[in-house]
């Protein structure tokens, strides 16, 4: 059974910083690419960052030197780590593995920005 469990959300005043973790089970794991998403209130899910099996990433424009991606091959777990945070990155953010076979998702951990 594939399992992808988010942590680390919570609420933080603006110009703070969290750190994401998703945890991965019931894949193999390195074979996997990853990527943190999020979707706000009556908006669509967006892509934030992303890492491939390989270890390239890429990201938003919107926290494009603000955010980074990286991946623990040997725990299983992809990171994001986010600096600098603004109001507007509130969201619920999902992690999310794909591979040829298909793709899983995380349920998701709430990131609220605010004062």
């Known amino acids: 059974q594939v399992q992808l469990v988010e942590s680390g959300g919570g609420l933080v005043q603006p110009g703070g910083s969290l750190r994401l973790s998703c945890a991965a089970s019931?894949?193999?794991?390195?074979?996997?690419?990853m990527g943190w998403y999020r979707q706000a209130p009556g908006k669509q899910r967006e892509l934030v960052a992303h890492i491939t099996s390989g270890g390239s990433t890429n990201y938003a424009d919107s926290v494009k030197g603000r955010f980074t991606i990286s991946r623990d091959n040997a725990k299983n777990t992809v990171y994001l780590q986010m600096n600098s945070l603004k109001p507007e990155d509130t969201a619920v953010y999902y992690c999310?593995?794909?591979?040829?076979?298909?793709?899983?998702w995380g349920q998701g951990t709430q990131v609220t920005v605010s004062s």
């Open positions: 019931g894949i193999n794991f390195g074979l996997y690419d």
């Open positions: 999310k593995a794909s591979w040829i076979h298909g793709d899983f």
